[in-house]
Structures are given as C-alpha cells and as structure tokens.
C-alpha cells in the first residue's frame, strides 16, 4: 500500500549569521550560496526525489514569512514546481508553530490523503550525495508509518559547538533517541565525537500530520490551542493561506525540538517514540560564514575565492565580493564579504558572532541588517545607486508583463528614463510609451504606474527629488499583486 507523502518546506528563517549577504528580508534560503539554485530551490528539488512505488508524492507545502511571499513564488515558478500550499506566517513564532500549521493544512485540506507522513526540512541547508539523503529519508518514511516521531541525524565529523546533539542507544539504519542534548562546549564536543553514539541534528523530521498535533496538544497545549485558533481565522487570497494575524500574534515562539522532542525520549509512557535514521549525505546547514567555507571548493592552500576576489600569501581565508574587485594578502583564518552597502572581516573560527552584529545595526536602526542595496519586489527591482540632499538616483527592472502599483507620492517628483524595453507610463489622464533613450516627468502628487508591455525586462533609471526621499511616501490605488499600502514599503 503506498504512504502519502507531504513535503513541508520551513522557509521562514532569518540567516543572521551570514550577514552582509543573508538579510531580513531576503534571508539565505533565497540566495545560492552552494550551485546555481537556491537554498530553498536546492531543497524543494530534493524532496523531488522520494517518490517511487511505495510512496505517492505531494506537491510541496511551503511555511514561510508574510514578506518573503513573492520571493517564494518566484523562486517556485524558475522551477516549474507548483507548491499545494504556501502558508504565510504574519510573524516569526519558532518552528513548532510553523510545523503545526503544515500539519493542519494535510488533516484538513488534502481530501482523500489519509494522515500523511510529514517529511520536514529547512529551506536553507545543503546535502551533496543527493541518492544518499533520498535513501535515508525513504528509510525514515517507513519508519514513521507505524506512527513513530523520525529525525535524521548527521555523523560529526568535527568537535562543533554550534549543533545541538542527539544521543542513541543502538547502532543501525534507524535508532531508538535516548535524548538530546544542548550545544555542548568545545571538550564536552570532543567527547561525543569520542563516544560514538552522539549525533548533530539536523532538524529534518518525518511523522504522521496526526501523530505531531497530538504530541503538541499532550505537551504544550498552550501552542496547540493557539494554533488551531489561528488556523480557523485563516485567509485564502492569490494562492496564499493567511493564518489569523491576532491569534497568531499570542502564539507562544517556540522549536520542535524544546515543544515536543525533547520531551518524548524521557516520556515513553506517552506513547510517542522517537526514532533516528543516520544520514551521510554531505549535508550541512550553513549556519555561518564557517560553514560556507567548509563546503566550499579551496585552492591549495584552503583558500576560498568567490565572485571578483584575488588572495595572495594567505590561507585558510574566505573572500566572497559582489560588486567590485576585492583582494587579501597574509591573512589566516579570515572571512570577508563585500557587498555594495556592507563589509564584513572576522576570524572564521568566530563567525557565529555575526549575529551580534546584526542585533547592534537594529539597536541602531540601520537598514543594512533588513534590506539590500537592490530590493526584490514582485514586478522585478530596484537598485539605489546615489543619494544626497534632495535627490535619490534608482536603476529600476520590470519584468516582462508586470507592473507596478498605481500610486503618487506627496513628497517628490520623479524623471523616467528609459535604458531598455518599453514603458508604458500612466501619469494622470496620459497613457504614453516610451523607449530606449526616452525620459518622461511624474509632477509631485500626480497619481501614476509604470507598465511592461514588452517581451523583454524593461530598465529605467528614476532620478527622484523633493523634500522627503523615504520609502513610505507612497499612496497605493490599485496593486496587481494584491498588496495593500500599510503591507509593503513604497518602490512597490
């Protein structure tokens, strides 16, 4: 009999550590830090994988963040992968939330699915033996289906203090957990490695849509109420399952692994087994600069060059510039990435720190810890190349077909020249095209939209100057995309 199978796809992370490069919104399961996919492209593809005679494979459901949305959707469609869901969490509450509304999603909106197995994983983790992470999970699939909780566990091949660990009680392809254990210190790392019967984890799970819901309502009902509220007060619109955003803001934050896995192995009375299948895929869950560098391909001398980057006399080092040429000579043990608003150089054997970074640019409210230089937005781009007293100057792409929003601004005026494609420009009653080498005026206060009727992506330069330059000068009168003003920064 084959097993249903729902492939739940966590994308709601934030990636601080690699900072300048992962930012809040557009964190690193959106950019390609392994190959030419993205993370999460990596990790949709993967799962891709599993169906086979036994087992009958659903579209993805993805978990992801309110204002990454057209991200996902666009990375999906590069695919051609059609999502079965992407539920959109208003704000960020943990993994267990996010688990818990991939879980009622399958009871209560796959039809004729019986309970399916739930196989889980992060959008921002990479595995290089792809045949050998289908193989553990198909293991993991058949492990599930008797209605037990299954984690995949990675062999350390290092003393690291960044993982938490999962402790077993028997050797083969799937073990019984014995526990888990927090991120140890450096010797106590060096034990486990030692020891043998301790594994990272990965925070990859498979069990029953069921079988999580009720192991959430046995420990912590608190997060299985809250849930279900915010589950019921949902909202459908565009292709996106919106939970209720005020019963969703009082779900307690909380992981899988503190809410419910933790618990099992020292509860078996509560009949919830916990089970671990090894898993020896190349598999690494680039949580900092660190760990880019390990999987990276290196010189010989352990060095690391990526995008514009020339090392001399140095070792060990990892350079990854962006926009411009950027050299080192006689460093060890150095991370420097180059963006075109941000630079960072630390020791790589601290790079867990750049967090602490990122927490001091919110404290100061900087937008380099939220946005890039470039913006992503659904109809394509803009990137602000220069900025002064009075004036911003923005390169702006819109996709064949898109549009933006129609809008005026209170506080400036805009010059449009046209670099490539064709615009059609809406600026109060006038309805115009314009080319290449072309230039149209938008007054202050005058209600306007720019279109591409091309075939080709439309590039413009916008010189904007007025009083105020920010972001959320805008009134928004009709949006393609759905989006109301209070939701999305002008640009939009």
Same mark, same amino acid.
């Given at each position: 009999?084959?097993?249903?199978?729902?492939?739940?796809?966590?994308?709601?992370? =934030?990636?601080?550590? /690699?900072?300048?490069?992962?930012?809040?919104?557009?964190?690193? #399961?959106?950019?390609?830090? =392994?190959? @030419?996919?993205?993370?999460?492209?990596?990790?949709?593809?993967? +799962?891709?994988?599993?169906?086979?005679?036994?087992?009958?494979?659903?579209?993805?459901?993805?978990?992801?963040?309110?204002?990454?949305?057209?991200?996902?959707?666009?990375?999906?469609? !590069?695919?051609?992968?059609?999502?079965?869901?992407?539920?959109?969490?208003?704000?960020?509450?943990?993994?267990?939330?996010?688990?818990?509304?991939?879980?009622?999603?399958?009871? %209560?909106?796959?039809?004729?699915?019986?309970?399916?197995?739930?196989?889980?994983?992060? *959008?921002?983790?990479?595995?290089?033996?792809?045949?050998?992470?289908?193989?553990?999970?198909?293991?993991?699939?058949?492990?599930?289906?008797?209605?037990?909780?299954?984690?995949?566990?990675?062999?350390?091949?290092?003393?690291?203090?960044?993982?938490?660990?999962?402790?077993?009680?028997?050797?083969? *392809?799937?073990?019984?957990?014995?526990?888990?254990?927090?991120?140890?210190?450096?010797?106590?790392?060096?034990?486990?490695?030692?020891?043998?019967?301790?594994?990272?984890?990965?925070?990859?799970?498979?069990?029953?849509?069921?079988?999580?819901?009720?192991?959430?309502?046995?420990?912590?009902?608190?997060?299985?109420?809250?849930?279900?509220?915010?589950?019921?007060?949902?909202?459908?619109?565009?292709?996106?399952?919106?939970?209720? @955003?005020?019963?969703?803001?009082?779900?307690?934050?909380?992981?899988? %692994?503190?809410?419910?896995?933790?618990?099992?192995?020292?509860?078996?009375?509560?009949?919830?087994?916990?089970?671990?299948?090894?898993?020896?895929?190349?598999?690494?869950?680039?949580?900092?600069?660190? *760990?880019?560098? #390990?999987?990276?391909?290196?010189?010989?001398?352990?060095?690391?060059?990526?995008?514009?980057?020339?090392?001399? =006399?140095?070792?060990?080092?990892?350079?990854?510039?962006?926009?411009? /040429?950027? =050299?080192?000579?006689?460093?060890?043990?150095?991370?420097?990435?180059?963006?075109?608003?941000?630079? +960072?150089?630390?020791?790589?054997?601290?790079?867990?720190?750049?967090?602490?970074?990122?927490?001091?640019? !919110?404290?100061?409210?900087?937008?380099?810890?939220?946005?890039?230089?470039?913006?992503?937005?659904?109809?394509?781009?803009?990137?602000?190349?220069?900025?002064?007293?009075?004036?911003?100057? @923005?390169?702006?792409?819109?996709?064949?077909?898109?549009?933006?929003? /129609?809008?005026?601004?209170?506080?400036?005026?805009?010059?449009?020249?046209?670099?490539?494609?064709?615009?059609?420009?809406?600026?109060?009653?006038?309805?115009?095209?314009?080319?290449?080498?072309?230039?149209?005026?938008?007054?202050?206060?005058?209600?306007?939209? /720019?279109?591409?009727?091309?075939?080709?992506?439309?590039?413009?330069?916008?010189? #904007?100057?007025?009083?105020?330059?920010?972001?959320?000068?805008?009134?928004?009168?009709?949006?393609?995309?759905?989006?109301?003003?209070?939701?999305?920064?002008?640009?939009?």
């Amino acid at each position: 009999m084959k097993q249903t199978v729902l492939p739940v796809v966590m994308a709601g992370g =934030s990636g601080t550590r /690699l900072w300048p490069l992962s930012r809040a919104l557009y964190p690193k #399961q959106f950019l390609a830090l =392994s190959g @030419k996919d993205t993370l999460f492209q990596q990790a949709v593809q993967r +799962l891709k994988g599993l169906a086979n005679d036994t087992i009958d494979l659903a579209p993805p459901c993805i978990v992801g963040n309110e204002e990454h949305r057209f991200l996902t959707l666009d990375q999906l469609r !590069e695919m051609k992968v059609p999502a079965a869901a992407v539920v959109l969490e208003p704000m960020g509450r943990n993994t267990a939330p996010a688990l818990t509304l991939a879980a009622l999603y399958a009871r %209560d909106e796959m039809g004729n699915a019986e309970d399916p197995i739930l196989v889980v994983t992060p *959008a921002d983790q990479t595995v290089t033996d792809v045949p050998a992470f289908t193989a553990a999970l198909r293991q993991a699939v058949d492990a599930a289906a008797d209605g037990s909780i299954v984690i995949l566990g990675i062999q350390p091949d290092r003393p690291d203090t960044g993982f938490g660990y999962i402790r077993t009680r028997a050797d083969g *392809a799937v073990q019984p957990v014995a526990a888990f254990v927090e991120k140890p210190d450096l010797e106590t790392a060096k034990r486990y490695l030692t020891e043998g019967c301790y594994y990272w984890n990965s925070g990859m799970f498979v069990l029953r849509a069921s079988v999580w819901l009720k192991a959430l309502a046995h420990f912590r009902p608190d997060i299985a109420q809250a849930t279900e509220a915010a589950w019921r007060g949902k909202s459908t619109d565009n292709g996106f399952i919106r939970p209720g @955003k005020d019963e969703f803001a009082v779900i307690p934050s909380e992981s899988v %692994d503190y809410a419910v896995m933790e618990k099992c192995p020292a509860e078996p009375k509560a009949g919830f087994g916990v089970k671990m299948v090894p898993l020896a895929a190349g598999w690494s869950d680039l949580g900092a600069w660190e *760990a880019v560098w #390990q999987v990276s391909e290196k010189d010989g001398d352990g060095n690391v060059a990526q995008g514009d980057a020339v090392i001399a =006399s140095s070792r060990n080092t990892l350079v990854h510039a962006t926009s411009r /040429l950027v =050299s080192a000579v006689g460093l060890d043990n150095v991370v420097i990435v180059e963006t075109p608003d941000a630079v +960072l150089v630390a020791d790589r054997s601290r790079s867990q720190e750049v967090k602490k970074i990122v927490t001091e640019l !919110e404290q100061r409210e900087r937008s380099e810890c939220t946005l890039h230089r470039l913006v992503h937005r659904p109809w394509g781009w803009y990137d602000s190349i220069d900025c002064g007293p009075r004036f911003q100057v @923005k390169r702006i792409m819109v996709k064949p077909g898109a549009s933006l929003s /129609l809008q005026m601004h209170h506080h400036r005026a805009e010059h449009w020249i046209v670099v490539s494609g064709t615009a059609e420009v809406t600026c109060g009653q006038k309805k115009l095209l314009i080319t290449e080498n072309q230039s149209t005026y938008i007054p202050l206060g005058e209600v306007h939209r /720019l279109t591409n009727p091309g075939t080709i992506p439309l590039e413009i330069i916008e010189v #904007q100057s007025g009083a105020y330059l920010g972001e959320d000068d805008i009134v928004r009168f009709e949006d393609t995309y759905g989006r109301m003003p209070a939701q999305v920064p002008a640009g939009a």
